[in-house]
Nanobody, 128 residues
Framework: QVHLVESGGGSVQSGGSLTLSCAYS????????MGWFRQAAGKEREGVAS???????SYANSVKGRFTVSKDNAENTLYLQMNDLKPEDTAMYYC??????????????????????WGQGTQVTVSS
């Protein structure tokens, strides 16, 4: 079982920055493909950024060049650095992890259908 806890959300103005954190706990012998997802009001949850167990990263086109995903295995923490935020980035942001040994992707990103473990989410609101 993997437990995920997100933090770092908040309200910022357009052009601002936020860093989200996701502290995860599980079997110390396991590593996980992990990702950040977001769900805006009335919309489906979508993948934002993914990081493989070898550190390879991928991003949704809408956030490329603005968001950076990273993982500190020593601290068991996943990060999402978000710069140049736009009102359309407003959403609940979730971190997710696949089961150990799994790394299934759709169009290069982890897909919510393959995520086995979810955090509770953290709200990001960007005002114009």
């Amino acid at each position: 079982q993997v437990h995920l806890v997100e933090s770092g959300g908040g309200s910022v103005q357009s052009g601002g920055s936020l860093t989200l954190s996701c502290a995860y706990s599980g079997d110390s012998n396991d590593d996980y493909c992990m990702g950040w997802f977001r769900q805006a009001a009335g919309k489906e949850r979508e993948g934002v950024a993914s990081i493989d167990t070898d550190g390879a990263t991928s991003y949704a086109n809408s956030v490329k060049g603005r968001f950076t995903v990273s993982k500190d295995n020593a601290e068991n923490t996943l990060y999402l650095q978000m710069n140049d935020l736009k009102p359309e980035d407003t959403a609940m942001y979730y971190c997710g992890a696949e089961s150990p040994g799994a790394c299934s992707k759709v169009a290069g990103l982890l897909h919510s259908a393959y995520v086995s473990y979810w955090g509770q989410g953290t709200q990001v609101t960007v005002s114009s």
